[in-house]
């Protein structure tokens, strides 16, 4: 039996924004997605499985009229909810909502200084999200900073911290843009050196007035592993990709998978209108990927590398839509020298 601890909601795909490289195409909601009343269920049917964290995802989630009240189920259930924002459409009003919402946190994407983040995204969304970051602070609101690198941006991350240090946020995470979605649409180059990237994070972690960490799609296994990503214990190390095993994802149509990640009708489990969650969850043939992983399934180096079992050749995700290998990191920074092409 596995436990679930965590779950990745897109509770719609309409969005302000049509990223150049959003992985899920956000823009316009979906047709037929979840209403309210379904939603709540979903709520309940998380809490009955136990589930102790969801982050609420879009599109934007506050494109959704009835996301406090589904925000106020899951934290009536106990279930601690962080939400990912883009900051355009944060307005003041929405501080009282959010509080009591009960919100454990919010996160709020930032790619890099204004000129590039505004790049691909909207003009003007970096001024509106550094305000929304600079709004909630003062609301005594936790935030966080997310970034998403590819091959531009990257060069930018030592401009972008010393904006961060201005702020009380209390974590900022850098993760790999995926060839998925509008990223793989506009051609977006996503490589980038991954290695840099690690140095980046251990010359500041320590000194860094917030956590400071890479995501489960860069890395793995470098001297530095137990510490980069966001946990300086030396001792947080990537233990292979939780997707089915401790996490889910759910889209805005009830559709469930391993990651919200793994945007692709082939990692679909089942859908909440045809069947329970429990029930998909339940399932021994769902989620085979992980669950019935064994080290002989790694292809590549990672085939030939005596940490495989352990870090089951990385992110699922960024597998697939890399190389469609889910068994082979196209590049590992603890395995690969600097500088080296990431696929």
Not at 328 to 336: H, I, K, L, M, Y
Request: proline share 2%.
């Amino acid at each position: 039996m596995y436990n679930l601890k965590m779950c990745v909601w897109e509770i719609t795909l309409a969005c302000c924004f049509s990223c150049k490289y959003c992985g899920s195409s956000g823009g316009k909601k979906r047709e037929n997605e979840l209403t309210t009343a379904e939603c709540l269920d979903v709520a309940d049917e998380l809490k009955e499985l136990g589930c102790k964290r969801v982050s609420m995802i879009g599109g934007e989630v506050f494109m959704r009229s009835d996301w406090k009240q589904i925000v106020m189920r899951l934290t009536g259930h106990g279930i601690k909810v962080n939400i990912i924002t883009n900051g355009f459409l944060f307005r003041d009003e929405l501080i009282k909502d959010l509080k009591e919402a009960n919100i454990e946190s919010i996160s709020v994407s930032l790619d890099g200084p204004k000129e590039v983040h505004d790049k691909y995204r909207q003009a003007g969304s970096f001024d509106r999200a550094v305000k929304a970051i600079e709004t909630l602070l003062k609301a005594g609101i936790p935030v966080s900073v997310i970034s998403t690198l590819n091959s531009e941006n990257v060069k930018y991350l030592e401009e972008l911290y010393g904006l961060l240090q201005r702020y009380d946020i209390y974590a900022w995470q850098l993760q790999a843009c995926s060839p998925m979605g509008n990223a793989a649409n506009n051609e977006i180059d996503y490589r980038f050196d991954m290695m840099e990237v690690i140095d980046f994070v251990t010359s500041h972690m320590y000194e860094a007035p917030f956590a400071l960490g890479v995501a489960d799609n860069i890395g793995y296994f470098t001297e530095a592993e137990g510490s980069i990503r966001g946990n300086l214990s030396g001792e947080a190390y990537f233990r292979g990709c939780s997707a089915g095993i401790t996490s889910i994802g759910i889209d805005s149509v009830g559709n469930v998978r391993g990651c919200e990640s793994m945007y692709d009708p082939a990692f679909n489990e089942g859908n909440l209108r045809e069947m329970s969650l429990k029930d998909i969850w339940e399932d021994q043939d769902n989620f085979a990927y992980n669950r019935k992983f064994s080290k002989d399934k790694l292809t590549g180096k990672c085939a030939e590398c005596e940490l495989g079992e352990y870090c089951g050749g990385g992110c699922r995700s960024y597998n697939y839509f890399v190389h469609k290998k889910i068994y082979e990191s196209p590049f590992c920074a603890g395995g690969a020298k600097k500088g080296s092409d990431p696929v």
